[in-house]
């Protein structure tokens, strides 16, 4: 009865363990999307989440490996968004209304993109890119039905990527916006045919 009850209080504080990695992960993760490495402070952090700075050191031991974890994490968001994105129909409204729900992490990839001059940034970055763009430029081609090569077709969808990342900022990821910068990329793809 009393080793039942330890590892019952033990798979407690496991859990209460993961809980507040999860909680550190998703504020660093949200505030790195929003402000960049300025949203990193581990004050700030500790007020938004509401637990101790030694909570943050007990959980990550430094910022290195926190930021190691916020790319991990990224990693996974950016495969969520890929699976969607190879289940989207259209590009208006579905593919527009997977990137409002996943705003963040969108703001995220931005983020990585500002600062790729870091190499752990640079190479999230690729892994991110590759795995949302994939699945993007199939719905994008079936959605445009445009007679491109292959290569201008990379080319294009390369402009537009960084176009949209240079474009975009947490006011105007919204539906309004998304649909009339979709329907203007079409009209510049079209001009290309």
Known sequence: MILQILRINLIKKNRMIIYNQDVWIKAGYEAFALSGMNGL??????????ISKSSFYHH???LEIFIDLL?????????IIGKKESLAQNIDPDLINILIDHRIDLLFNRQ???????RSYAEA???????IGNAFI???VKDLNLSLSQKQINSLFSLAL???????????MNYTWLSKYFANLKSIANNFT
Do not use: C, M, P
């Not at 790319?71 to 495969?79: A, F, G, P, R």
């Not at 990585?112 to 870091?118: D, G, M, V």
């Not at 970055?125 to 795995?131: A, C, F």
């Open 41 to 50: 402070k581990i004050e700030q952090l500790s007020k938004k989440v509401g």
């Open 60 to 62: 990550f031991a430094d």
């Open 71 to 79: 790319l991990k994490y990224h990693i996974k968001q950016s495969e």
């Open 112 to 118: 990585l993109r500002i600062h790729q001059n870091n």
């Open 125 to 131: 970055l690729q892994q991110s890119n590759t795995i």
């Open 138 to 140: 199939l719905l994008w």
């Open 162 to 172: 960084e176009n949209f990342f240079l474009q975009i900022n947490n006011d105007n």
